[in-house]
């Protein structure tokens, strides 16, 4: 077991709830929590079996602080591998702060951020992959996302790091083999045919899985949509309707939106901050102003773009002139107020603002809604629906390193091909080696768990 001291810390979120839990993790966490525990059986916490419920009250001398429910499950089988005490208290924050102080005062040290997941890793009960997977079954934010996070917290893309990882550390003692017996025999042409082969195809894993990337890192991190337009075109109608809720301020009168207002909504399992600006114009109204800078600015940090025209009127000069600025962007064009006499076809808007993608709806009836979330979706994965057996690369870390790995085993290749030194073919092997073993923790140090872990909650 890797640590000594014993951690607690209030695991569920600060609010009003039925229960709230405090969890104690380390060797002492059994006797520290017996000594505030009175069960209201004569059984000892000491002697209870692992994973059984024990009813009680926690007391301080006299008084009775709180009526709870403890469960102790024992090492190794535990989240952490050590013994785990979880105390399920009242939901209320002055109750549970009250418990984890005096959890605190009789031993315990408050945990740091993701040190319980941090434990679970170091003692070797998740690897680094899992563990990040944590955080993002915790952070997702759609039924997909956190589809992804299980896949990769329940182990098979840790597997497959661990097996490509695997090959290239047999490719490498090959080589290194033919480094020590150097005096007796170089590597035969056969050798190094063989070497190429296996070396091509740990590349083309690789390449798979980044080829999942994108589609994996729009699932875990989810993108910017600004929902840009003239004034008084809907826009926060479309906001208002993509939430299913009253989100913004509605008004005929133009310029009624001045911030930029941001909301997540979930459409075909993407992740998407939907952010409703102000509408783009000349205007001498100096708080309109700022609306328009931070409308553009929105703009020009956005993912997607959905430009919403009124099509019961005709493009505007203005509207043309915008189409120049968004010849870089992934464009959907919503042609609002279909419901009335249209003034604009698909055709003509397609020559005028020089953009392929539209959808007509009404923001105001809900026309056109389900074919404006289809489009969306299509845009974002223009590749097609990710398959359910495939496995997806959602982390951006573990994209750089299989981006270095498969960088160094193509130099390999390379080498591999023009006979090269044999003592060169070693070093990028290791080197891609220890890329893949950056994903999983079997390389790694100190900086990059601390980067990793201190973006978790406290209580995990």
Known sequence: MYFRDTIAAISTPCGKSGIGIIKISGDKSIKIASSLFKPSS?????????FKVSHGLIVSGAQIIDEVLVTVMRAPKSYTAEDVVEINCHGSLVSLSRVLEMVLDNGARLADPGEFTRRAYLNGRIDLAQAEAVADVINSKTQSSLEAAMDQLKGPYSKEIGRLRAGVLRLLAQVEAAVDFSDEEDIS?????????DTKNIVI???????????????????????IGAPNVGKSSLLNL????????VSPIPGTTRDVIEEYVNIRGIPLALKDTAGIRKTKDQIEILGVRLSKKSLEQADLVLWVIDNSKKVTAAEAKLSKELMEKKVLVVMNKSDL??????????KKLNINEFVKMSALTGFGLNQLEERIAKMVFAQ??????ELLVTNVRHIRALEMAK????????????????????LVLREAADDLGLIIGQTTND???EEIFSTFCIGK
């Open 189 to 197: 042409l056969q050798e190094y045919t063989g070497l190429r082969a």
């Open 205 to 227: 894993i690789i390449e798979q899985l980044l080829s999942s990337s994108r589609h994996g890192k729009i699932l875990r991190d989810g993108l910017v949509a600004a929902i």
């Open 341 to 350: 006499k249209p003034k604009n076809t698909t055709t003509e808007l397609k």
């Open 384 to 389: 097609g629906p990710h398959k359910d057996k």
């Open 407 to 426: 960088k160094c085993l193509d130099e390999a290749d390379e080498l591999l091909k023009n006979r090269g030194q044999e003592e060169l073919i070693s």
């Open 42 to 50: 004569k059984s000892n916490l000491s002697k209870q079996p692992a």
């Open 242 to 249: 993509l939430l299913r809720e009253e989100r913004a301020i």
């Open 447 to 449: 900086d990059i768990l």
